[in-house]
């Protein structure tokens, strides 16, 4: 088990293994003739630069070591080089990368939505309500306690479609696996700095080592920040100036020739990030009115893993556990001034201060197959422990008295899930696999609330409690046949059982009146994908294809009065639908093409209701139709320059597009199509790189997320809120690497 050689990857500079990067398929066929020429005609000292062929790409989408186009299934990977050169320091810009999944952030982190092909919330309920479970080094993340950076990674897997079998609870759409670099046994290291617009800056640091014959270390720090690009009105100033730190610390420790302990310890802190609202149109300028300083927060994320590894003759013995603990502050205006300007006529002042805590254990140990073993194999056994508390506090609504959301509050969510699981893939003719895996888990919830009226409130109720639990057993699991059709081609097809357990309202109120806030019901989804897996014989050119049917029963919704702040759960069936491809081709010439395309189609399936409702027959919101995104990249040896005797050039232009797309799950807008541009350019002189980068390069304006306002009183105004993407920003950038 213990390293011997330093590899010649990513401090070779290499660039990333194809892992299903994203395609457009008609723009691969209309840049052929010209990019094939420019090959033709390169210079040698170009073509001595160029990687002609794509490696071969290993991932853990099973708990296993394997290599991606064997998998039964769909993944798309992005390898840390990939993200390091295309500048996607935070996950949020990693997994927009990927079209067929949907990454909004509405209004906080806590409300996070993850969809994938169309699955998931309408409108998220709790922070437990997720569909696309986050794993990081086996550790599973809940929505409030995920990792938003990519700091020193090795790779960020997206695996489609249910993923209960071995990932568990809350993937029933699929799963988020990132997989940090290790320790290595020989020194090496890298800084980096950058400055752009706006103020932003970054510094980030890494090194790795041996400590000793059987330790090796790494440890990894970057730190952030920079000027919202929304304007105050009231001052004129940025609306926040968003900060990031981030660390990693790493230990490998090899106890014997087959036995090893991986331990790590991280945090992240993000101040001030930018959660409110603004008015739709956005104007020139976005901008928003609120007191100046009245929008603060604080997120704080400690996360804690040990994995011991002991490989026997025929099988591997994993022992996971692991600890993450949060810490989530923050003060934010109810109204914003702009809207409520148009809404009523005035500005109301009323402010909201909220205190999230979490603490999550996971511990889990499973037996398998070694890589590379002709029958693959997984079983094991998962426990999970969840604490967390919404605290809200000092609260008032000058405009709304009688706001309950406006008082103190406290609440109390307990998770304890037990699971067992296992997997089998075994030849069952020749070139052709049977796949079976199946998972059963016990879990159980409780809520507890207990609600103080604030002075100004007139309820006669002035205290209340709340106490509630429920208990869920349930099975998931997925069946899959592949054929290797020859050498170069994999054929698939799959059914999977995904389940995602119900719970409680984050933010129920009717508690406060007397009446009831019931919990909301599981979510069940029947999923069907078939798909090809290709890699030319030259190994230059890698697709995949896929095709997808998703059958979803009684996905959650939260119904949301912005007038009166009381919400309500609704379920609603959804369907979606669609086709996928993806490709890398190393054209040589020192050119590569990589990317993709994907067409959904969500719908919610049942719901018949008043106006105003989800109505049957709606788009699922936030999926757009069709999505993709395109990567041209150029790297080859220059003439010498600059006192660099020789030098590289690096250059990746990415143009990402997202399709027009349903606000909400009511249908009251749409949110426009966009494509958003991306440049960078690096020399590189053996270990350092200085670059220059352009961030929506068009300077185009789009919506990361829609919301409708109806009226307050008849004849009244009504409003679109959201938040815009940033436009262009340009910078400056500089690494080396030893």
């Given amino acids: 088990m213990p390293q011997t050689a330093r590899p010649h990857g990513r401090r070779a500079g290499k660039p990333a293994p194809f892992a299903g990067g994203t395609l457009y398929a008609a723009l691969l066929l209309a840049f052929a003739p010209a990019a094939v020429a420019a090959a033709d005609a390169a210079p040698a000292g170009a073509r001595a630069a160029d990687e002609q062929e794509l490696r071969p790409v290993t991932v853990t989408a099973r708990r296993s070591e394997e290599l991606a186009r064997d998998l039964p299934f769909s993944i798309s990977t992005i390898g840390g080089d990939e993200a390091e050169a295309r500048r996607l320091h935070s996950l949020e810009d990693v ?40 794993n990081v080094d086996g550790m599973p993340m809940s929505a409030s306690n995920a990792t938003l950076n990519v700091l020193d990674v090795e790779r960020v897997e997206v695996l489609k479609g249910p993923q209960g079998t071995l990932f568990g609870r809350n993937s029933e759409a699929g799963a988020v696996n990132i997989v940090t670099r290790r320790p290595t046994r020989w020194l090496e290291g890298q800084v980096r700095a950058e400055i752009g617009e706006d103020r932003q800056r970054l510094l980030e640091g890494v090194i790795s080592g041996p400590l000793s014959d059987t330790v090796a270390a790494r440890l990894a720090i970057r730190g952030s920040g920079m000027d919202s690009y929304i304007r105050n009105d009231r001052d004129g100033d940025p609306l926040a100036e968003p900060r990031e730190l981030s660390a990693r610390a790493s230990l490998q420790w090899d106890v014997a020739p087959a036995t090893r302990l991986n331990f790590s310890a991280g945090r992240e802190v993000q101040k001030d990030r930018d959660w409110i609202y603004t008015l739709h149109p956005y104007g020139s300028e976005p901008h928003s009115s609120i007191p100046p300083g009245s929008e603060a927060n604080r997120r704080a994320v400690d996360r804690y893993n040990a994995e011991l590894t002991h490989r026997f003759e025929r099988t591997e013995m994993t022992l996971l556990t692991g600890y993450a603990r949060t810490n989530h502050r923050s003060t934010t205006p109810i109204y914003e001034g702009r809207t409520y300007t148009r809404l009523l006529g005035f500005e109301p002042d009323a402010m909201w201060n909220s205190l999230t805590k979490e603490k999550v254990g996971n511990h889990e140990l499973r037996l398998s197959s070694l890589p590379g073993a002709e029958t693959f194999w997984v079983v094991g056994g998962n426990f999970l422990d969840s604490d967390r508390s919404l605290d809200r506090f000092d609260s008032y609504d000058t405009f709304y008295p009688d706001n309950p959301t406006a008082s103190d509050a406290r609440r109390k969510f307990t998770t304890k899930s037990r699971a067992l699981f296992g997997e089998v893939t075994l030849p069952v003719a020749r070139a052709t696999k049977l796949t079976l895996g199946g998972r059963y888990t016990w879990e159980r919830k409780t809520y507890k609330a207990h609600w103080l009226a604030d002075p100004t409130n007139a309820s006669p109720i002035r205290e209340a409690w709340d106490s509630q639990r429920l208990s869920d057993d349930y099975a998931t699991g997925r069946l899959a046949l592949s054929h290797a059709l020859n050498p ?75 007038q009166t702040m009381a919400t309500d759960k609704e379920n609603r069936d959804t369907e979606s639908r669609g086709l996928e491809i993806e490709a890398q081709w190393r054209i040589g010439g020192g050119w590569s093409l990589s990317g993709g395309l994907a067409y ?94 352009a961030d929506n390069l068009l300077d185009k304006q789009y919506d990361l997320y829609g919301y409708y306002i109806a009226p307050y009183f008849p004849g009244g105004s009504d409003a679109r809120i959201g938040m815009p993407g940033r436009g262009r920003s340009l910078g400056l950038g500089v690494s080396h690497m030893f």
């Fill in 488 to 562: 170069q081609t994999n054929l698939y097809g799959v059914y999977a059982r995904g389940y995602k357990t119900g719970g409680f309202d984050d933010e129920g109120i009717n508690f406060t009146a007397g009446a009831e806030d019931a919990p909301y019901r599981p979510a069940k989804v029947d999923s069907y994908e078939a798909g090809v897996k290709y890699e030319s014989a030259d190994q230059r050119l890698g697709l995949n294809a896929a095709l997808f049917l998703n059958r979803v029963e009684d996905d959650h919704l939260l119904a949301f009065n912005p």
């Fill in 600 to 693: 959904t189609r969500a719908r919610i399936v049942s719901g018949d209701g008043p106006a105003g409702t989800a109505r049957k027959g709606n788009d699922v919101p936030e999926a757009p139709r069709w999505g993709g995104s395109l990567t041209v990249s150029y790297r080859s040896a220059v003439a010498p320059m600059l006192g660099m005797r020789s030098p590289v050039l690096d250059a990746r232009l990415t143009n990402r597009y997202v399709g027009r797309r349903a606000a909400d799950p009511q249908n009251t807008f749409d949110l426009a199509a966009y494509n958003k541009l991306d440049f960078r350019l690096g020399i590189r002189e053996g270990g350092t790189e200085v670059y220059v980068w």
């Fill in 95 to 134: 997994l927009r990368q990927v079209p067929s999944l949907d990454f909004v952030v509405n209004m906080g982190t806590a409300n996070t939505t993850l969809r994938m092909r169309g699955v998931g919330a309408l409108q998220k309920v709790s922070g437990d309500d997720t569909s696309v479970v986050i």
